[in-house]
């Protein structure tokens, strides 16, 4: 069902950045800024980090960003720490039939 | 502080249906859309529909049309989502997921999950 494709895993040392691409296509990421990021620990609801390309919720670290070029998003996380060893999935409103589509997610592990 | 709380597990028969309740709390309920989004065990997150509080309008993705009911009632600040004609493939995790406002597009709070089993 995902429209949405980006690396299965990514790892990275403590205090290294790491970045998560999302590629998508002319429909949905290329169109719209409605890009989300939600970070997620095992048995944990999702978490909002980055809103609308790259904005940040009050409360998330700015070691979190995004951003977006073409058809592809990207989240980096700058100053990686043991904390962000989590799954991360993007999201991208992709006008009407599907609405949103969800990546499958990209699983960050802190080396 | 803005709070979401789903109602219990549930374990259903193909061809059932299942209603899952999530109530809010914490801000105006009326003032911000609900979204349901479901995970199956070990997948990605995929988004069901959304109800406008104050309206009780709805939105559906095709997948989903005919068979998912989602309703409000504001007395109590919950909503409610309801898949019909259950099949194994819809045993999964099920999160209320509130929208940043009146369609921002994007879900700034989640519920903690409901999982829904359906086996014969």
């Known amino acids: 069902q995902s429209a949405l494709t980006q690396p299965r895993s990514v790892s990275g040392s403590p205090g290294q950045s790491v970045t998560i691409s999302c590629t998508g296509t002319s429909s949905d990421i290329g169109d719209y800024n409605y890009i989300s990021w939600y970070q997620q620990y095992p048995g944990k609801a999702p978490k909002l980090i980055i809103y609308d390309v790259s904005k940040r919720p009050s409360g998330v670290p700015d070691r979190f960003s995004g951003s977006k070029s073409g058809n592809t998003a990207s989240l980096t996380i700058s100053g990686l720490q043991a904390e962000d060893e989590a799954e991360y999935y993007c999201c991208s409103y992709t006008g009407s039939f599907t609405f949103y589509v969800f990546d499958t997610g990209t699983k960050v592990t802190v080396l | 502080q803005v709070q979401l709380l789903q109602s219990g597990a549930e374990v259903k028969k193909p061809g059932a249906s299942v209603k899952v309740s999530c109530k809010a709390s914490?801000?105006?309920?009326?003032?911000?859309?609900m979204h349901w989004v479901r995970q199956a065990p070990g997948q990605g997150l995929e988004w069901m529909g959304m109800?406008?509080?104050?309206?009780?309008?709805?939105t559906y993705p095709h997948k989903f049309q005919g068979r998912v009911t989602m309703t409000r009632d504001t007395s109590t600040s919950t909503v409610y989502m309801e898949l019909s004609r259950l099949i194994s493939e819809d045993t999964a995790v099920y999160y209320c997921?509130?929208?940043?406002?009146?369609?921002?597009?994007?879900?700034?709070?989640w519920g903690q999950g409901t999982l829904a089993t359906v086996s014969s």
């Open positions: 109800i406008n509080p104050s309206t009780g309008f709805t």
């Open positions: 914490g801000y105006t309920f009326t003032n911000y859309y």
């Open positions: 997921a509130r929208d940043g406002g009146s369609w921002k597009h994007y879900f700034d709070y």
